[in-house]
């Protein structure tokens, strides 16, 4: 019954920018933390940034933080990840999730970003 649909995604020349979106359904979001993670070809999924659940914390990789803000909107179940100075480094398939229930709600499709020039 939960889902998650990411978008947003593209192609983006390096020093580019792009902001993602993430629309749930199915459960009580405003409840629950989110987070963006991703998984770059040949590389196992990593957590990008997270934000608790009425917003007031957030944490971000090292490779990302200064450069990516993660946001969410809890009126519209609606959680943001803005990107800038996008890097090679970057290209992935973008997916969010809910921290406390990655074990048991399948994955999305994701979005893919993909930094080139």
């Known amino acids: 019954q939960v889902q998650l649909v990411e978008s947003g995604g593209g192609l983006v020349q390096p020093g580019g920018s792009l902001r993602l979106s993430c629309a749930a359904s199915?459960?009580?979001?405003?409840?629950?933390?989110m987070a963006w993670y991703r998984q770059g070809p040949g590389k196992e999924r990593e957590l990008v940034a997270a934000?608790?659940?009425?917003?007031?914390?957030?944490n971000y990789a090292h490779s990302v933080k200064g450069r990516f803000t993660i946001s969410r909107d809890n009126a519209n179940d609606t959680v943001w990840l803005q990107m800038n100075s996008l890097q090679r480094e970057d290209t992935a398939a973008y997916y969010c999730?809910?921290?406390?229930?990655?074990?048991?709600?399948?994955w999305g499709q994701g979005t893919q970003v993909t930094v080139s020039s």
């Open positions: 999730h809910g921290p406390a229930f990655v074990a048991t709600v399948p």
């Open positions: 934000i608790s659940n009425d917003g007031g914390d957030t």
């Open positions: 199915g459960f009580v979001f405003a409840s629950y933390a």
